[in-house]
């Protein structure tokens, strides 16, 4: 069966720092994996993807993720946070066969001047 | 040009009526979703829909009638609404229904509902 788990219910940076987003999934199969950023009061939007390429994922805005199979771990990275970056983060998880996806209960992200 | 689109974006209603949400898609996607979103900000899927056939219903009351008229729409009507109903239900859309390789979900904008 297919889960995620978001270790922090919040994360709170300054601007400029780096941001670091945790993220550990269980899958009985080579899972996809996805970060989804949804800003106040809109609707969510696809970060970036893991399908069993490249370890290492670019997405967009400058985040990026790397996928560690030993550690079961997807975890979401930026150099240097903007306050445009302040928003709830999901980690998500499908593994080959499912039809759905698996939602972690989201990390906000605070970002202060 | 919105490639998932859901009206109203609020609601506002009081307990025991019925309503309804409407969800339309522009992308040619085969597979429509709705989740719902506690306030606690966690999404569960409810249903999902492939080419107008009903392929997930998860254990949503059955006061909770999804309709799929074609494969771009997909509304969900809700009778008889419960104070615990209030929630943001989210539609979203995908190309297939699994999800290697490149296909995503797409989402809708949001639909606030509120039972009074």
């Known amino acids: 069966a297919q889960s995620v788990t978001q270790l922090d219910s919040h994360v709170s940076v300054s601007e400029g720092t780096p941001v670091l987003l945790r993220c550990n999934y269980s899958s009985s199969y080579s899972p996809s994996l996805f970060w989804y950023v949804q800003h106040p009061n809109k609707g969510l939007q696809l970060l970036l993807k893991?399908?069993?390429?490249?370890?290492l994922v670019k997405g967009i805005n400058g985040f990026e993720a790397e996928f560690k199979k030993s550690e079961t771990s997807f975890h979401l990275t930026k150099p240097s946070a903007h306050m445009s970056d302040a928003a709830e983060y999901f980690c998500?998880?499908?593994?080959?066969?499912?039809?759905?996806?698996?939602f972690g209960k989201g990390t906000m992200l605070l970002v202060s001047p | 040009d919105t490639a998932v689109s859901q009206t109203p974006k609020y609601l506002v209603t009081q307990m025991g009526n019925d309503k309804s949400i409407k969800c339309e898609q522009n992308?040619?996607?085969?597979?429509m979703y709705w989740y719902k979103q506690d306030s606690k900000k966690f999404l569960k899927i409810m249903f999902s829909y492939n080419n107008k056939e009903l392929i997930i219903n998860e254990t949503v009351p059955n006061r909770f009638s999804p309709k799929s008229p074609d494969k771009a729409h997909l509304n969900l009507h809700i009778n008889s609404l419960e104070l615990g109903d209030s929630a943001v239900y989210f539609c979203?859309?995908?190309?297939?229904?699994?999800?290697?390789?490149?296909?995503?979900?797409?989402f809708g904008a949001g639909s606030r509902l509120t039972v009074l």
């Open positions: 979203a859309s995908s190309r297939t229904g699994s999800f290697g390789g490149a296909n995503v979900l797409t």
């Open positions: 998500v998880v499908s593994e080959p066969g499912y039809s759905t996806l698996t």
């Open positions: 992308l040619g996607h085969d597979t």
């Open positions: 893991y399908t069993s390429a490249a370890t």
